[in-house]
Every structure is written in C-alpha cells, then in structure tokens.
C-alpha cells in the first residue's frame, strides 16, 4: 500500500530522529582542560603563571607547605607538566626570588635616584616600600621569609646575600648622599654608616609591617627623627 510504513523502517525512523535532537546535544557540557606541556607561544606565559602562583602560596604558607600540585592548580596546568618548566621545588623558589626582588629593587633604586639630601632619599625610599607593599600582592611577604627559609634550607642562603648586597647599594647611596651634606655625623665613615642606615631602615620596615598597628603610629617622619635628619 502507497502510505504504509513497515515496523522495520518505523524503528529505523526513531533511531535517526533520537541521535539528532538538539537537547541531547546541548545536554554535553564543554570540558575545561588544563594545560599539559604548552607551544613555544604560551611558554613563557605558563612559566609566569607557576611563578606568581608560588609566590601567592610560599608567601601564605611557607615553602615547606606549599605543594607542587597547589602551585599547579593556580597556574591551570596539569601536575605532571610542571617539570618542563622547572626541574625541582627549589628551582621553582629561586626563580621566584628572582622575579619578586628584581622587581621590587627596581621601585626602590628607582625612588632614590634623582635625590640630592639623604633626608629626601630615606623618605623617597620608605614611600616606595609602602607602596610596593600595596601595589605588587604578595611580593614584600615572600621577601621578608626568605632568612627563615634560608636557615631551613641552606640552598637559598645565596639569596639571603644577594638581598643583603643590594640593600647595601641602596644605603651606600643615601650614605654618600648625607655624608656629602653634612646630615650625618662625621665620626663614621661610609660603609659603617651604611650598615647602620640598613640594619635601622630595614628593621624598622621589617616590625611596622608586622605590628598589627600598622604605619599609623610610626611614620617615615618618626623615623627621619630617629636618625636626627629633621628639617
């Protein structure tokens, strides 16, 4: 008969039209993968990425408890791909020190460059602490662990020295700048003042940042009083 349909082009029919419909389509949600071992194009990106990851995490919880894999999940790559990037923890660690203390030297060689009084440099100088500490997250905790990192793991110790020899470029700066001005007392000469210019300015950043008090209490001007370089 001219409209009949047999029962086996019936099921045929009903098989096609189930594989086809859009709902069972749109039904399969798109997977986000995380990335394995990258292109030479986003290489660099993800080496960027597992760097600001540890820094987040060595600053937040030290390096002993801060895992490969958690440094991999916040830089969206899988585990096992973290070896193309770094050979070892360690490795990782130093390339963050790298990074974080390039940066953050940068702000501050860069804050006392153009002074011509130590009182101007050491103010410049603070300021520009502070404000690293609220413009690059993270940087000033990573930095200020370091010692008890090194003292845990005598592969960083290195880095410890390095940190010290650039503070001490810094405060040589602003030494020769006060001594050349008269603003220090002239018992002393360059380099012992220095040391004592670093291990005062530094410790002195080092305890506001860690009091609960914060700058409040203890601003550059308390400071610049300390060291008698009033106007």
């Known amino acids: 008969m001219c409209g009949h349909v047999s029962p ?22 798109p997977t986000r993968k995380r990335r394995g071992r990258p292109s030479k ?34 830089a969206e790559i899988v585990p096992s791909a973290f070896y193309h990037y770094f050979p070892d923890k360690e490795s990782l660690y130093e390339a963050v020190f790298d990074a974080s203390i390039t940066k ?3 702000v501050l060689q860069d804050s006392i460059r153009d002074k011509s009084t130590a009182r101007e440099a050491l103010a410049a100088f603070v300021n520009a602490a502070d ?26 110790r290195r880095l410890v020295d390095h ?12 030494a020769e700048i006060g001594t050349r001005n008269a603003e220090f007392p002239d018992d002393l000469d360059t380099d012992e003042l220095a040391e004592h210019l670093r291990f005062t300015v530094m410790g002195w950043l080092l305890e ?17 009083r300390l060291l008698r370089l009033t106007t």
């Open 104 to 106: 953050v030297w940068d």
């Open 208 to 224: 506001r940042n860690l009091s609960s008090h914060g700058s409040a209490r203890t601003d550059v001007d308390g400071l610049l």
């Open 8 to 29: 086996a082009e019936e099921v045929g029919r009903h098989e096609r039209s189930r594989m086809t419909r859009p709902s069972d389509v749109a039904a399969v949600p």
């Open 163 to 174: 940190r010290t020899e650039l503070q001490r470029r810094s405060f040589e700066r602003i």
């Open 41 to 74: 194009s986003n290489s660099a990106e993800t080496r960027a990425n597992l760097i600001e990851s540890a820094r987040k995490l060595f600053a937040e919880n030290g390096y002993d408890r801060a895992a490969v894999s958690e440094v991999c999940r916040g």
């Open 131 to 156: 404000r690293a500490g609220e413009t690059l997250p993270h940087f000033p905790e990573f930095l200020t662990a370091l010692p008890l990192e090194a003292s845990r793991n005598p592969r960083f």
